[in-house]
T-cell receptor, first 109, second 114 residues
Framework: RKEVEQDPGPFNVPEGATVAFNCTYS??????FFWYRQDCRKEPKLLMS???SGNEDGRFTAQLNRASQYISLLIRDSKLSDSATYLC??????????FGTGTRLKVLA | EPEVTQTPSHQVTQMGQEVILRCVPI?????FYWYRQILGQKVEFLVS????????KSEIFDDQFSVERPDGSNFTLKIRSTKLEDSAMYFC????????????FGEGSWLTVV
């Protein structure tokens, strides 16, 4: 099993739709989880950290399921500007953070 | 907002040459990272660095690579004897204990080996 696994997509959704991505991780000792966003040929930028109890930031909701070892990202009311690759990041060591392959999202007008 | 800065933004080098990629992490951050991303592929962990020594490294980070924090502000990645397959975007990142473990990335250095 890969350390961090994501469905590469692409997910093509209409504006206003709700879309969800999952990310599975293999290391049960992982403690830190993040969603990053990457636009084409740009650096990854933090979208949100993922907390045990789940957390929300505007249209974005992140959840952690430790029992099944996955995290999720829900985007409500998708905007054209949400089109990007969404990267799941998980620590597999104290200072070793591994990226998933990323899930491409395209929001269509 | 403080940011991680990287130079050069793009470098073309001949196979077999040595390359040094430079990074200025966010001041007061304590942990530093290098990642690479080959075009069309995932972001790959290379190395983490804390207290003037390597904390963790991946299998990619072999003897060809080295890192250094020479003067308390810069953080460098040296690639000795570059190969064609070293062509990639190299991202520097920094992390401060007070930021809840968020890792901030620089804009990257695009390395092309010809």
């Amino acid at each position: 099993r890969k350390e961090v696994e994501q469905d590469p997509g692409p997910f093509n959704v209409p504006e206003g739709a709700t879309v969800a991505f999952n990310c599975t991780y293999s290391n049960s000792a992982s403690q830190s989880f993040f969603w990053y966003r990457q636009d084409c040929r740009k650096e990854p930028k933090l979208l949100m950290s993922v907390y045990s109890s789940g957390n929300e930031d505007g249209r974005f909701t992140a959840q952690l399921n430790r029992a099944s070892q996955y995290i999720s990202l829900l985007i409500r009311d998708s905007k054209l500007s949400d089109s990007a690759t969404y990267l799941c990041v998980v620590n597999v060591g104290t200072y070793k953070y591994i990226f998933g392959t990323g899930t491409r999202l395209k929001v269509l007008a | 907002e403080p940011e991680v800065t990287q130079t050069p933004s793009h470098q073309v080098t001949q196979m077999g040459q040595e390359v040094i990629l430079r990074c200025v992490p966010i001041s007061n951050h304590l942990y530093f990272y290098w990642y690479r991303q080959i075009l069309g592929q995932k972001v790959e962990f290379l190395v983490s660095f804390y207290n003037n020594e390597i904390s963790e490294k991946s299998e990619i980070f072999d003897d060809q690579f080295s890192v250094e924090r020479p003067d308390g502000s810069n953080f460098t990645l040296k690639i000795r004897s570059t190969k064609l397959e070293d062509s990639a975007m190299y991202f520097c990142a920094s992390q401060g204990a007070a930021t809840g473990n968020t890792i901030y990335f620089g804009e990257g250095s695009w390395l092309t080996v010809v």
